[in-house]
């Protein structure tokens, strides 16, 4: 008998069957859009800054606004938004230029970067992360934030350290207005460029917008921006994507990368189990069935039972 036991009730972790989808409810992509430059000193800046997020909430897009600290005043930002940190005044202190960390050295950067966090901490934000101001992080910089941050998204480039969420370059607001409107025909153009990308964007990475507050400034002043950002939106609602903030985005990874999975084949039944249950987390069983991690009555205490499917469906079996 002990051979036919050994049969039915197979443990089975190598080889799996399953797999975990990404993100939450099988969306294809994380999909985070970003506005850099974020002000609101001034009253001006302060309706500037409520119209992008008025804009973006219609669209249904949260988004993580990267605050300059100098340039921040206190304001309802709605829940599902972040403010992150983006430097401390976005001058550099040597040259006056833009790239407020270049040339610094790392005591200095470190200066500035708990200044600015500690600034915005004393309008209630909840800071989490950071983006050079002019991307003047250097790579072999960022370990300068790893005490006091989850995430740095100053790098262009993917990176194995899950500390650093890269951003996706060009800018989808910059260069489409000028003083004298915006352009059809540079915004024609940019959007056939980001459609395509959206498109092609390789399966599992984080899709990290970047815009700036200035081109939106700009671009909502004008009726050929106002409908170049609704038709990238609409783009973007098309897709089966999973819109969070880097802030959510992070927890959620480091969330799924903690759990631990196992199953059993019993008698044609599929039993897994997993470590935690994370809401919306997707397992797909090969070739195609879909269990959803839920703390439901269909999965209890972390466990699902899947019954064998009919012969016309897709049957379980272990490899
Ligand atoms: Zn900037």
């Not at 209630?124 to 934030?145: E, F, N, T």
């Not at 989850?150 to 607001?173: C, G, K, N, Q």
Request: glycine share 6%; aromatic share 12%.
């Amino acid at each position: 008998m002990r051979w036919l036991i050994f049969l039915f009730i197979v443990p089975v972790v190598a080889a799996s069957p399953i797999s975990i989808k990404e993100y939450p409810n099988a969306s294809s992509h994380a999909f985070i859009f970003t506005v850099d430059d974020f002000s609101a000193s001034e009253p001006y800046e302060q309706q500037i800054a409520g119209d992008i997020i008025s804009f973006l909430e219609e669209e249904q897009v949260p988004a993580t606004l990267f605050a300059i600290p100098e340039r921040m005043s206190p304001m309802d930002i709605p829940a599902s938004f972040e403010v992150a940190q983006h430097g401390f005044s976005h001058v550099n202190p040597k040259t006056g230029s833009v790239f407020e960390y270049e040339g610094l050295t790392d005591q200095e950067i470190k200066e500035r970067i708990t200044q600015g966090k500690a600034m915005l901490e004393s309008m209630d934000y909840i800071i989490v992360g950071h983006r050079a101001p002019g991307w003047s992080l250097r790579k072999d910089q960022v370990g300068l934030l790893k005490e006091d941050y989850l995430y740095d998204s100053s790098m262009r480039t993917s990176s194995v350290d899950p500390f650093e969420i890269p951003a996706y370059w060009p800018d989808l607001t910059s260069f489409i207005c000028t003083k004298s409107g915006c352009s059809r025909f540079i915004a024609a153009v940019k959007q056939e460029f980001f459609s395509w990308s959206l498109r092609v964007w390789p399966k599992g990475r984080p899709v990290v917008i970047v815009s700036h507050y200035w081109g939106w400034e700009k671009a909502l002043k004008d009726e050929a921006g106002v409908a170049y950002l609704r038709e990238f939106f609409d783009e973007v609602n098309k897709e089966k994507y999973w819109k969070t903030t880097l802030h959510a985005y992070q927890e959620w990874t480091a969330k799924k990368q903690a759990v631990t999975y196992t199953f059993i084949q019993d008698r044609g039944k599929l039993i897994i189990s997993w470590s935690e249950c994370l809401p919306g987390l997707t397992y797909e069983v090969e070739p195609g069935l879909k269990v959803e991690s839920s703390c439901k009555s269909s999965c209890k205490e972390n466990t699902c039972v899947i019954e064998p499917v009919s012969s016309e469906g897709p049957s379980l079996s272990v490899p």
